[in-house]
Nanobody, 120 residues
């Protein structure tokens, strides 16, 4: 059973920074890709950023130049560095992991989310 746990959320003033972490536990043979998504009240969940095991990244236009996604391969831990935060970044942030088991079966897992609140 693979579990994802997000941490690092909190309350920050506009212009501030936060670093989210996505810690994995369980038997993961290979991470194919990791992504961060967010969901604001009354809105649908949206993509924030993704990274493949080859290091290719993709960002939502709204966060380009402010957010950076990364993976620590040795620890199977992902990060989302968020700078120059804006009130519209306020949301619950979710980690998503696409991974292979020892038997090369592909799974997709979600964390429980961490709240990010940016005050103006």
């Amino acid at each position: 059973q693979v579990q994802l746990v997000e941490s690092g959320g909190g309350l920050v003033q506009a212009g501030g920074s936060l670093r989210l972490s996505c810690t994995t536990s369980g038997s993961i043979d290979k991470i194919n890709a990791m992504g961060w998504y967010r969901q604001a009240p009354g809105k649908e969940r949206e993509l924030v950023a993704t990274i493949t095991n080859g290091g290719r990244t993709n960002y939502a236009d709204s966060v380009k130049g402010r957010f950076t996604i990364s993976i620590e391969d040795a620890e199977n831990t992902g990060y989302l560095q968020m700078n120059s935060l804006k009130p519209e970044d306020t949301a619950v942030y979710y980690c998503n992991l696409n991974w292979n088991s020892d038997y090369e079966v592909t799974f997709n897992s979600w964390g429980q989310g961490t709240q990010v609140t940016v005050s103006s």
